[in-house]
């Protein structure tokens, strides 16, 4: 298997809504990522887990949880987003420092 | 912050052509990445450059790293519409995670 796969593919959710994103890798990758992607723009980091650990937080606002249960699933839990919360977030996946990324599809959420 | 910078922005081209996509950036890296990205899709790493690389190449796709001039280059040949995409360059310069460029669009016309 060497694929990330992301659900859903596309979320429409409220302003007091609670969703969450899944990231899914059976590659036996230690480092998982989440970017956040506007219209036109280039991939912005989120989060990085390394290990199962977080590693880094770009500074997101708190309304935005990430949670890593085992070395194969990511999520992202979504709380009281805003309308500008809206955009394709990408979930990635690598060996190790050094090497590719492996990207899902990702999800198009849209915050109304 | 980004450390690459692509360049053209846009750049529209015939089925046929070659296309050259630059990246630039500042700092020294370990190795430099592309990617592809269909519209409203995942990135798809095309081609890993390390440090101590000069050239590379993968099927219709060829990269040169000049680490002297902090730039890369990607050349597309014999394109096709399929290519029609934004291509990204990505930076690693350590332990860090990627950082990526602003993307070149690509339009390949047939």
């Known amino acids: 298997d060497t694929e990330v796969t992301q659900t859903p593919k596309h979320l429409v959710m409220g302003m007091t809504n609670k969703k969450s994103l899944k990231c899914e890798q059976h590659?036996?990758?230690?480092?998982m990522y989440w970017y956040k992607q506007k219209a036109k723009k280039p991939p912005e980091l989120m989060f990085v887990y390394s290990y199962e650990k977080l590693s880094i937080n770009e500074s997101v606002p708190s309304r935005f949880s990430p949670e890593c249960p085992n070395s194969s699933l990511l999520n992202l839990h979504l709380h009281a987003l805003q309308p500008e919360d809206s955009a394709l977030y990408l979930c990635?996946?690598?060996?190790?420092?050094?090497?590719?990324?492996?990207f899902g599809s990702g999800t198009r959420l849209t915050v109304v | 912050s980004q450390q690459g910078e692509e360049d053209p922005q846009a750049l529209s081209i015939q089925e046929g052509e070659n296309a050259t996509m630059n990246c630039s950036y500042k700092t020294s890296i370990n190795n430099l990445q592309w990617y592809r990205q269909n519209s409203g899709r995942g990135l798809v790493h095309l081609i890993l450059i390390r440090s101590n690389e000069r050239e590379k190449h993968s099927g219709r796709l060829r990269v040169t790293l000049d680490t002297s001039k902090k730039s890369s280059s990607l050349l597309i040949t014999a394109s096709r519409a399929a290519d029609t995409a934004s291509y990204f360059c990505a930076t690693d310069i350590g332990n860090t995670p990627l950082v990526f460029g602003k993307g070149t669009r690509l339009s390949v016309i047939a």
């Open positions: 590659m036996g990758h230690r480092a």
């Open positions: 990635a996946s690598s060996q190790a420092t050094g090497y590719g990324y492996t």
